[in-house]
Each structure stands twice: as C-alpha cells, then as structure tokens.
C-alpha cells in the first residue's frame, strides 16, 4: 500500500477513535444518500492469497464502522487482487434489492495476474410503487500506469467494457 494511502487510513482510523472517545458527531453521508460505493486501488500487494490480507480485513472493518451498521448495510464486497470493492445500501432501501452480482476482470500481465482490473457491480433495485426496476453496473478499476500509456489503459477500458457486458444479468 502505497504510504500516502496508508497514512490516510490510519488518519481516519484515529478520526473514528478519538471521535467515539469524545462523544462528537462523526461525518455521516448525506441524508438522502442510499448507496456508498467506496473502491480503493493498490489495498493488498498483489501477491496470490488463500485468504483476506489484513489491509483489505482493515478497510472493510473502518467502512462499516465508519457508516454504522444501524444505518448502512453491506451490499457487496469484493476484492480483486488490490482493487477492494464495498457497495453499502441504507437499511431502509435495502427491501428494493431485486439482484446483486459481482463479477471481476483482470487487466495484468497476460490479463491473468491481479495487479490491474476491474470489480463490477450489477444492482437491479425496485423502483417507485409499481414493477418498474432500475438497472445499474457500478466499477471501480485499476488501469495500467503511467502517463506514455494511454494506449494500455485504453486496451484495458474496453476490455473490462466487454467482460463485464458479457457477464451482465438478464
């Protein structure tokens, strides 16, 4: 993790803390906010892993902490490599959830290693009184780095276009 990144992390770790200690009113989201999609590049080093690293354990644990479990819900999270995805609904919404499916495409080296790609997340949710629904792919990504490579992050825009196409619900 990058040490700006962790730095931040440790920051709003301290931010929750102290603020608990203290009894002061934590930054909450808006009012009408009901979904938080947070995604975060570089969470984990992208070494192959049988179980969740402590980074990624970490950042979910302050997410949820961070959002009160009283008044936002876990949607989806998923890791990807480095890139660490959390979809939160607010619990008063959460009975116009029709589907949630995640799906995750590689970008790295040889479009098999986890250094680079993209989570997505397919949401389908009621709308309004009647049968209408409301459809929606939310991605958060990691595309190749630095500034003469346009052309690789645009190879990997269109492939994480076309993967996630193809793997979109009916």
Same mark, same amino acid.
């Given at each position: 993790?990058?040490?700006?990144?962790?730095?931040?992390?440790?920051?709003?770790?301290?931010?929750? /803390?102290?603020?608990?200690? @203290?009894?002061? &009113? &934590?930054?909450?989201? %808006? $009012?009408?906010? !009901?979904?938080?999609?947070?995604?975060? /590049?570089?969470? #984990?080093? +992208?070494? +192959?892993?049988?179980? #969740?690293?402590?980074?990624?354990?970490?950042?979910?644990?302050? %997410?949820? $902490? %961070?959002?009160? +479990?009283?008044?936002?819900?876990?949607? %989806?999270?998923?890791?990807?490599?480095?890139? /660490? @995805?959390?979809?939160?609904?607010?619990?008063? /919404?959460?009975? &116009?959830?029709?589907?949630?499916?995640?799906?995750?495409? @590689?970008?790295?080296?040889?479009?098999?290693?986890?250094?680079?790609?993209?989570?997505?997340?397919?949401?389908?949710?009621?709308?309004? =009184?009647?049968?209408?629904?409301?459809?929606?792919?939310?991605?958060?990504?990691?595309?190749?780095?630095?500034?003469?490579?346009?052309?690789?992050?645009?190879? !990997?825009?269109?492939?994480?276009? #076309? #993967?996630?196409?193809?793997? =979109? +619900?009916?």
């Amino acid at each position: 993790l990058p040490s700006t990144s962790l730095t931040l992390l440790r920051s709003l770790s301290k931010t929750l /803390q102290s603020s608990s200690k @203290t009894k002061t &009113k &934590k930054p909450a989201p %808006a $009012k009408n906010t !009901d979904l938080i999609l947070l995604t975060t /590049q570089e969470t #984990e080093n +992208p070494k +192959p892993r049988r179980t #969740e690293g402590h980074r990624s354990r970490f950042l979910r644990t302050l %997410a949820i $902490k %961070a959002l009160g +479990p009283r008044r936002y819900v876990p949607l %989806a999270i998923h890791s990807l490599g480095g890139v /660490q @995805t959390l979809l939160f609904i607010k619990k008063s /919404q959460l009975h &116009k959830v029709n589907l949630v499916a995640v799906r995750d495409v @590689t970008c790295g080296i040889g479009n098999v290693f986890h250094n680079k790609g993209a989570v997505g997340v397919f949401l389908t949710l009621r709308a309004g =009184a009647g049968r209408r629904e409301v459809k929606m792919l939310l991605v958060g990504a990691h595309l190749a780095a630095h500034v003469g490579n346009v052309e690789g992050r645009n190879g !990997d825009f269109w492939r994480i276009v #076309e #993967e996630l196409e193809g793997a =979109a +619900p009916a």
